[in-house]
């Protein structure tokens, strides 16, 4: 199904008649109370959380191969049909469906409305005095920037490739890494002749039992450790005797938000709201003035999404110039085949998985013209001018305005919040519904789920039973 079907499919509803409803539903007809701007971020939010859960908005993007490149990352290489609200047409520019496009400006203010903060329409200097004496700009985007370091940490939603030079021989092997890197996915070593050796993650006391004196006779690396190193460093086992490049598969801390200038989140469009919770369990436990018992709710649904967008996968489906291919991990293509990067380049029969946004084809492509389809969970195509028709089926309406009630509710105290707990409750339980009907579809479940989750299973970032946040 292409993206330009999906984006007509549901003509029934506009964003003006959506946020009507809402208002309705408020008791505010005539949005006095909750102003126009503020309802339509409330359903933005249920439509994005609707979509993160229920996986509803699935499309097909599709990407040309380029000669000797075997790494792609979805966010910004996948360029197919894309809706952009508040056009009416189809684009191509940007990559919308898997890419990023929330900046810190329109969270700041999602989060000033539910604070009953007034919303800030000029981002030019940060140190503004305060709009209340409870919250200051900087401490809003300072939370946010917080808890989008740490939705990284715990969900490695983007990960980014980079080759940087290693130490001119001779070394310790001890290599510094950007003091932006946030974990290490996969290290590969690359030779001055450009020969690649996959580097296997172990630690210093094993390497001294399989390696022996390893520190000091400087050979071919095989492997990589972080076990006894200082911070945002990696030691290579063992050192090189050449000189070379680290290929390093990572996830990385983005650029420092900056809302006079605009910055993006740069994490998945549709868990956008992971972050606002997160910021507003910060803030309501900032000091005893601004303390507020709703903290506790925040920090639950900050903790609910980290699970939840660590569990539900993007790519479905794999097709390269025409045939259907199983996608694999990046974990199994380098144990299969530890010199894949080395191999004569070809027609790519392979796609492995490396993480949400980034994948590897084998063989790496040669010079002729090939073609990549994904068919994936794609960012819900939110409305943005009022007759913008909203892409939702007519049964899952009644379900996404209760959830909007509850959004709406927050600013009003934790009584009247609480009243609408069951209907959050309702709209979560419609989202799962429809997750099961999609999985219901497939015979093989998840063993399409598993595509995406196991390169996570075989090299897992970390072991806690838990997620502390």
């Known amino acids: 199904m292409s993206s330009s079907f999906l984006a007509s499919l549901f ?82 520019n940007p990559p919308l469906n898997c890419g990023y496009s929330i900046l810190d400006q329109e969270l700041i203010n999602d989060i000033q409305y539910p604070l009953i903060e007034p919303i800030t329409t000029n981002f030019t200097v940060l140190g503004l005095p305060p709009p209340t004496d409870q919250f200051t700009l900087d401490d809003i985007t300072r939370a946010i920037e917080r808890r989008r370091n740490l939705f990284l940490l715990h969900t490695a939603t983007h990960i980014s490739h980079s080759q940087p030079n290693y130490p001119a021989p001779p070394n310790s092997g001890r290599v510094p890494l950007s003091d932006s890197t946030i974990s290490l996915r996969r290290i590969s070593w690359r030779n001055a002749d450009g020969a690649y050796t996959p580097l296997y993650r172990e630690d210093e006391n094993e390497a001294n039992l399989l390696l022996l004196d390893w520190g000091v006779n400087s050979s071919i690396p095989q492997a990589y450790a972080q076990y006894l190193t200082p911070p945002s460093s990696v030691q290579i086992i063992p050192p090189s005797n050449d000189a070379g490049k680290l290929d390093i598969l990572s996830t990385i801390s983005p650029a420092d938000l900056n809302p006079a200038v605009g910055t993006l989140l740069s994490i998945p469009d549709d868990w ?70 080395n191999d004569t380049p070809a027609a790519p029969t392979t796609l492995a998985i490396a993480g949400r946004n980034l994948v590897a084809l084998y063989p790496v492509p040669d010079s ?102």
């Not at 507020?292 to 996968?313: C, I, N």
């Not at 927050?410 to 609480?418: D, I, M, N, S, T």
Request: aromatic residues 10%; negative net charge; charged residues 20%.
């Open 11 to 92: 003509q029934w509803l506009t964003f003006s008649d959506l946020k009507a409803a809402l208002a309705s539903r408020l008791g505010d007809p005539l949005k006095v109370h909750w102003i126009d701007d503020e309802l339509g971020r409330y359903i933005k939010e249920a439509l994005r959380t609707y979509n993160a859960i229920s996986q509803l908005q699935r499309t097909r993007v599709v990407f040309p191969t380029k000669v000797g490149k075997a790494f792609y990352d979805l966010t910004s290489t996948a360029d197919p049909d894309t809706f952009v609200g508040g056009t009416g047409v189809l684009t191509t």
């Open 272 to 341: 956008a709201w992971v972050l606002k919770y997160g910021s507003l369990s910060d803030l309501l436990t900032k000091d005893s003035q601004s303390s507020d018992p709703r903290f506790a709710y925040a920090e639950q649904r900050y903790v609910d999404g980290l699970r939840l967008a660590s569990m539900l996968p993007l790519i479905q489906q794999a097709v390269i110039n025409g045939s259907y291919v199983q996608p694999t991990s990046l974990s199994d293509l380098d144990a299969a085949i530890p010199s894949w990067q």
């Open 368 to 469: 002729a013209a090939y073609e990549v389809q994904l068919d994936i969970t794609r960012n819900f195509p939110v409305p943005v001018i009022s007759t913008d028709k909203v892409q939702i089926p007519r049964e899952s309406i009644a379900r996404i305005l209760d959830y909007c009630v509850h959004l709406a509710t927050f600013k009003e105290g934790l009584a009247e919040f609480e009243q609408t707990y069951p209907l959050a409750t309702s709209f979560m339980q419609h989202c799962l519904l429809h997750n099961s009907i999609l999985s219901a579809e497939a015979s093989h479940y998840d063993i399409v789920k598993g595509f995406s989750s196991k390169e996570e299973i075989d090299r897992p970032r970390y072991y806690q039973k838990e997620e502390v946040a």
